[in-house]
């Protein structure tokens, strides 16, 4: 059948349900803090949610799909949340949760925050526990050199310091 005689959806129809995004294969580690956060914004999506659905007007249905679709995963990821109790952890070397200091061969210093795949922001210095760098770190000490994989080049970092807030 040609595709000229198929029925697409018009002004009165929403599209189809959207699909939800994957969960990560790895354990959702989260700090206390991460935890809170992503249940306030779990709040904020049903109310907005739950706004939309009282106006009851078409235009608002895709949107709500959207919204729906956010709050499916958002549950699930709050569902299996890990969260790590930092302040509890062997301070012996660098764990989840911890704050590294480091220095490259130029004396650029770098300051980066170990935490959940969620809770991820690298204009704050906050990167995954799974990513290249944090695997790299955890479990060093100061003096220890690890290596920066990045797309634009590897470099080799000296572990300064490390504290846990």
């Known amino acids: 059948m040609s595709r000229a005689f198929t029925k697409e959806p018009d002004g009165e129809q929403a599209e189809a349900e959207l699909p939800v995004r994957p969960q990560s294969k790895h354990p959702n580690y989260i700090t206390k803090i991460g935890l809170e956060k992503q249940k306030e914004d779990l709040n904020k999506l049903l109310s907005e949610c739950a706004s939309l659905k009282e106006t009851n007007k078409l235009d608002n249905k895709n949107k709500i799909k959207l919204l729906d679709s956010q709050i499916i995963y958002l549950k699930q990821r709050v569902e299996s949340a890990i969260p790590i109790e930092i ?25 980066f925050s170990i935490v959940g795949q969620d809770e991820v922001d690298t204009n704050k210095g906050f990167i995954s526990w799974v990513s290249p760098l944090g695997k790299a770190l955890i479990g060093k000490q100061p003096g220890d050199i690890v290596t920066w994989t990045r797309p634009i080049g590897d470099i080799e970092l000296e572990i300064i310091s490390f504290y846990y807030s």
Not at 87 to 111: C, H, P, S, V, W
């Open 87 to 111: 302040n509890i952890q062997e301070k012996n070397d660098i764990r989840f949760g911890a704050t590294i200091d480091l220095i490259d061969n130029n004396a650029n210093k770098y300051k």
